[in-house]
């Protein structure tokens, strides 16, 4: 069955499944980095927001198990499991009242221009700041919206102080999570205790330390917080690497222990190409952070040549 032809046979089979009264339609958007991505909206009569359910990967589990029915019953239960969330308008539009959900997040700018011409954004590096208004959370599903520049002049807002404001409320809204990479792993489940001990023993793989927040959405954008960099350097009691593994978390390696500027590009190129959604991608190289602003091993540090909103 082509993809075509499973977005159409869930949709009706959906809509012969008991989900209340919304209304289904199929939705084709675009995504992060230029990625299409197709899926069905939820409209539901009684609120004034319309869930979409992405089918990558319910159509990687059909090819897999050829079940379609199965298929069908997630997608519901799923739906039944959302909370129905109605956006107070007024709320939203009055900037007094909307400005305590605004978080921001890190793209690539070279992959993300027709996005970029719509929202407000602040350069970084080769990457870009972009802000969204967070809506809430329920299970593992992290529910925003986009700050688009239609909703920034409702506001009356200028950029900078979109900026501020998503700075002040990010530790509050996603909170910082910040530790070992191996003891991260350790209690996720993604590594044995085994392992953990071999790792231990050699490396600089061990000295890797990991960056995001409690949600693991979104978290890479905290490596444009000079403060927090800097609590980082101190912590470490050195300057360090910084290793863009997705839009969700960064990886920092002490610069002590860091091997070749090559090999850490080659790293981050692996991790790209083998591991990574392409919806997740962030850079194709490391970047250096310097508590003098000085450059190391052909990387720039930081927060030289960015904008001066966050330097």
Same mark, same amino acid.
């Given at each position: 069955?082509?993809?075509?032809?499973?977005?159409?046979?869930?949709?009706?089979?959906?809509? /012969?499944?008991?989900?209340?009264?919304?209304?289904?339609?199929?939705?084709?958007?675009?995504?992060?980095?230029?990625?299409?991505?197709?899926?069905? $909206?939820?409209?539901?009569?009684?609120?004034?927001?319309?869930?979409?359910?992405?089918?990558?990967?319910?159509?990687?589990?059909?090819?897999?198990?050829?079940?379609?029915?199965? $298929?069908?019953?997630?997608?519901?239960?799923?739906?039944?499991?959302?909370?129905?969330?109605? $956006?107070?308008?007024?709320?939203?539009?009055?900037?007094?009242?909307?400005? /305590?959900?605004?978080?921001?997040?890190?793209?690539?700018?070279?992959?993300?221009?027709?996005?970029?011409?719509?929202?407000?954004?602040?350069?970084?590096?080769?990457?870009?700041?972009?802000?969204?208004?967070?809506?809430?959370?329920?299970?593992?599903?992290?529910?925003?919206?986009?700050?688009?520049?239609?909703?920034?002049?409702?506001?009356? $807002?200028? &950029?900078? &102080?979109?900026?501020?404001?998503?700075?002040?409320?990010?530790?509050?809204?996603?909170?910082?999570?910040?530790?070992?990479?191996?003891?991260?792993?350790?209690?996720?489940?993604?590594?044995?205790?085994?392992?953990?001990?071999?790792?231990?023993?050699?490396?600089?793989?061990?000295?890797?330390?990991?960056?995001?927040?409690?949600?693991? &959405?979104?978290?890479?954008?905290?490596?444009?917080?000079?403060?927090?960099?800097?609590?980082?350097?101190?912590?470490?009691?050195?300057?360090?690497?910084?290793?863009?593994?997705?839009?969700?978390?960064?990886?920092?390696?002490?610069?002590?222990?860091?091997?070749?500027?090559?090999?850490?590009?080659?790293?981050?190129?692996?991790?790209?190409?083998?591991?990574?959604?392409?919806?997740?991608?962030?850079?194709?190289?490391?970047?250096?952070?310097?508590?003098?602003?000085?450059?190391?091993?052909?990387?720039?540090?930081?927060?030289?040549?960015?904008?001066?909103?966050?330097?």
């Amino acid at each position: 069955m082509t993809y075509k032809t499973f977005r159409r046979e869930v949709l009706q089979g959906l809509q /012969s499944r008991d989900i209340g009264n919304a209304s289904l339609s199929l939705t084709k958007k675009l995504k992060s980095n230029g990625q299409i991505r197709y899926g069905i $909206v939820f409209n539901n009569p009684v609120t004034n927001t319309s869930p979409t359910i992405y089918l990558e990967e319910y159509y990687e589990f059909y090819q897999i198990t050829k079940d379609l029915d199965a $298929v069908i019953d997630m997608l519901a239960k799923l739906y039944r499991s959302l909370p129905a969330i109605q $956006v107070d308008e007024k709320k939203l539009f009055d900037f007094s009242t909307a400005k /305590s959900r605004i978080i921001m997040k890190l793209v690539n700018t070279e992959k993300n221009r027709a996005f970029l011409e719509t929202v407000p954004h602040i350069p970084f590096q080769d990457l870009s700041i972009v802000y969204f208004y967070f809506m809430g959370n329920a299970g593992n599903r992290f529910m925003d919206m986009p700050v688009n520049d239609d909703l920034i002049r409702r506001w009356g $807002v200028d &950029t900078l &102080t979109l900026h501020q404001q998503a700075m002040a409320n990010y530790n509050r809204l996603l909170p910082i999570k910040f530790g070992s990479l191996n003891q991260l792993l350790l209690e996720r489940g993604l590594l044995d205790k085994e392992d953990y001990a071999a790792l231990s023993e050699n490396s600089w793989r061990d000295a890797l330390y990991c960056l995001t927040n409690e949600f693991s &959405t979104g978290g890479a954008v905290l490596m444009t917080c000079k403060n927090l960099m800097d609590k980082i350097a101190d912590f470490l009691g050195e300057d360090f690497y910084i290793l863009p593994s997705s839009t969700h978390e960064v990886l920092l390696l002490p610069e002590s222990k860091a091997p070749s500027k090559e090999e850490l590009d080659q790293i981050v190129q692996e991790v790209n190409r083998e591991a990574l959604e392409p919806e997740d991608y962030l850079s194709d190289h490391a970047y250096y952070y310097s508590r003098s602003g000085q450059d190391s091993k052909g990387y720039k540090s930081l927060f030289q040549h960015s904008s001066g909103i966050i330097s």
